[in-house]
């Protein structure tokens, strides 16, 4: 969809916003309007701690499940549209005689990942081959082609967010739309990963940090051993990797960084990736991933990029193999013999995360079906779990927020009138994507063998690199979807001026086509203007309407922007999850500058809706209570306390208590809860940050 130029208010426009307000036809899901009232604890004061005195009872009762590091609203919807596929690839399989094309191939995948007795039946020797080249590398040269060749099997379609992925190249490679031409799709280069979350967990000596570091050797040294590797010789060449990996957290750009759109744009030539980050191999690994011939590269972390392609000429080849035999056996090991999975999940989700479990086999398999196959796994799920009138019902409030952002956009004090022009042409450009995509891909030519998980892994990736290695000098589509439709999330496209609202995520309690207008104002409206304002945050502001990085604000407005935008990473900054571990604003400025503009809008949208008619009283709380108290159950979120470190390490946003104290810098929220100074929360007016 694009909308056109959403200039003043009409009446039509303003007749349209209070359509969408009209009484709800069926019972919300949450309690009696939407707001499940039993979840607070109304002795905390909202001025004290507002997600408390919307979600504290539920805080204190609820049990985060054995194998999640939190407990969340997101988490849940993921964990039910997990069931819901199950159900689908269940049916599949009682049917399979019958099913043909995509169909067949995702029943026979599926079923091949949840055959653990088969997969360990066929032990380790698919890993073996796999690595075999990379056994075999007599120099450094095979190596990277080695691992060019293994890059090529790694699919870029992200999964649920259950099972990290191992890059087993010390240098990450890519191809997406050129942020300063993006009409077209390129290679891009960045710094490669470690197998922990960030370079803090290697860089940080508390002792917290100290426990993760001592068990990560460990973690290594048994996945060392799981491939074959003497008991005798394991710890010694675990410590090596460590040690390698160490080296590469030194380098790496600090989250804050490599979040700037900006300071990640770097065209690098072929000659330059040889001349700039010497030590590399960079024609053997870029031939073995098909990209030979290619004179034109977006280096991202260009810093690191150059001192990993240093530490990959002085570290001892036997050590890099190991490396490298370690992030491919990590990345399988869901199609390897269950000790891996046991290892795998125990480190990277037990240490890391604090859970002392791992989801079921069903849960695993559907999550890397639906990665493979994302298409094939989503559409049979719209068919049957994503009601037409959610959609409908979702682009009528989509609209209206939009026409609230323009109002706001309109008279806007800090801009230049000639940037606010702009402004309101990019929002009037924008693509509002609902649920699921417009077309579906077809899996043709994807080999799947029933039985042969690991195979099956492989080819999956090779197919989905081959066929975005093979538009590269093609057409860039637009209206591709960067989400699974089965993921409960929502996210924003700089290049492609679009919002993304996934079916999964189109649930209560971010929308219910039941619930009382301003529960839903203040929940998805909220996330819906969360997501649009991204495209007008500190990085997103550096778009143009076409999705091109470039500059088309004034100094005078990016100054003015600036003083704002640092007043609120300072507030952020004095939030503290954990004893002696502060938020980082640097880090999460983005997210924050979107959660205050999104409630914000969604506020203004919630107000025109009305009409100008007082908004009703249900169970005792008014139409604003009932916003704020819905965009509060946004962040129902309860995490373990190695999962609430890991986020504030790793994470651009906030924790979740914190994203919902943006309410803070919100006039209406002083007024509907009350809130005097002495609150804990209280700001002066002058203290509030107001940007959009």
């Known amino acids: 969809m694009r909308h056109l130029f959403l200039s003043a208010f009409s009446a039509v426009a303003l007749l349209s916003v209070a359509a969408a307000s009209a009484e709800p036809a069926g019972k919300a899901a949450w309690g009696e309007f939407g707001i499940d009232t039993a979840s607070g604890d109304p002795s905390v004061r909202p001025g004290d701690d507002f997600w408390s005195f919307v979600n504290g009872k539920w805080a204190r009762t609820v049990e985060i499940p054995a194998d999640q590091g939190a407990f969340s609203q997101v988490s849940r919807l993921n964990k039910l549209a997990a069931s819901q596929v199950r159900a689908i690839l269940d049916d599949y399989a009682g049917k399979r005689g019958s099913l043909k094309g995509d169909d067949l191939r995702v029943s026979d995948y599926y079923g091949s990942l949840i055959d653990q007795a088969a997969i360990d039946a066929r032990g380790t020797a698919p890993l073996a081959a796999e690595l075999a080249p990379v056994r075999a590398a007599a120099d450094r040269a095979a190596l990277a082609a080695a691992m060019g060749d293994l890059a090529r099997s790694y699919m870029s379609t992200p999964a649920l967010g259950r099972m990290p992925r191992y890059w087993p190249a010390p240098v990450g490679t890519g191809i997406i739309q050129d942020a300063k031409a993006p009409d077209h799709y390129i290679a891009v280069i960045g710094e490669g990963e470690t197998g922990l979350p960030n370079r803090d967990y290697f860089l940080k000596s508390d002792e917290a940090s100290v426990k993760v570091q001592q068990a990560y050797r460990a973690h290594l040294e048994s996945i060392l051993r799981l491939t074959g590797i003497p008991a005798a010789e394991a710890g010694a060449r675990a410590q090596a990797v460590f040690d390698f990996e160490h080296r590469m957290a030194e380098v790496q750009w600090p989250l804050s960084d490599r979040r700037d759109d900006d300071k990640t744009y770097n065209v690098w030539t072929r000659a330059d990736l040889d001349s700039k980050a010497p030590g590399f191999p960079w024609g053997a690994y870029l031939k073995s991933l098909g990209l030979n011939g290619r004179d034109r590269f977006i280096v991202a972390e260009t810093g690191a990029v150059t001192g990993i392609a240093r530490l990959y000429a002085a570290t001892p080849l036997p050590v890099l193999k190991d490396w490298a035999t370690v992030r491919v056996a990590k990345d399988r090991a869901l199609v390897l013999p269950s000790a891996f999975a046991k290892e795998e999940f125990a480190f990277s989700f037990g240490t890391l995360r604090g859970t002392s479990g791992s989801p079921e086999r069903w849960e695993q398999g559907v999550e890397l079906t639906a990665a493979a196959m994302t298409d094939a796994v989503s559409k049979p799920y719209i068919d049957r779990y994503f009601p037409p009138a959610t959609k409908k019902a979702m682009d009528s409030l989509v609209g209206n927020i939009l026409k609230a952002m323009d109002r706001r956009l309109a008279t806007l004090e800090w801009m230049d009138p000639a940037t606010r022009v702009k ?31 690991y195979g099956n892994l492989v080819r999956a990736g090779r197919w989905d690199w081959q066929r975005r290695l093979a538009r590269i000098d093609g057409p860039v589509d637009r209206k591709e979807w960067w989400m699974m439709p089965i993921t409960a999330n929502a996210y924003a496209s700089f290049a492609n001026n679009a919002i993304v609202f996934p079916a999964a995520y189109l649930q209560a309690p971010h929308f219910d086509a039941n619930a009382d207008a301003a529960v839903n104002y203040g929940a998805i409206g909220f996330v819906i203007g969360h997501e649009i304002s991204h495209h007008f945050d500190d990085q997103g502001s550096k778009y ?43 880090q999460t400025q983005g997210e924050d500058i979107a959660d205050n503009a999104g409630l914000a809008i969604a506020y203004d949208a919630y107000q025109l809706s009305l009409g100008g008619k007082p908004a009703p009283v249900l169970g005792g709380l008014t139409g604003d209570q009932r916003f704020f108290m819905g965009r509060a159950q946004v962040n129902k979120v309860k995490f373990r306390d190695a999962e609430l470190r890991r986020i504030v390490l790793s994470d651009v946003h906030s924790p979740s208590q914190f994203r919902t104290f943006s309410v803070r810098n919100h006039d209406a929220w002083y007024k509907a809860f009350d809130v005097k100074p002495g609150d804990k929360l209280y700001l002066a007016p002058e203290e509030r940050v107001r940007i959009w």
Do not use: C, I
């Open 544 to 586: 143009s309407p076409d999705g091109r990085l470039e500059k088309w604000w004034t100094d005078g407005d990016l100054a003015r922007f600036k003083q704002r935008t640092e007043r609120l990473v300072a507030q952020y900054n004095a939030y503290e999850p954990l004893p002696g571990l502060h938020v980082r604003g640097e």
């Open 423 to 453: 402004a309101r042409a990019k929002l009037a450009a924008f693509h509002p994507m609902v649920g699921y995509p417009d077309k579906w891909l077809s899996y043709d030519g994807l080999n799947v063998a029933r039985g042969d998980a």
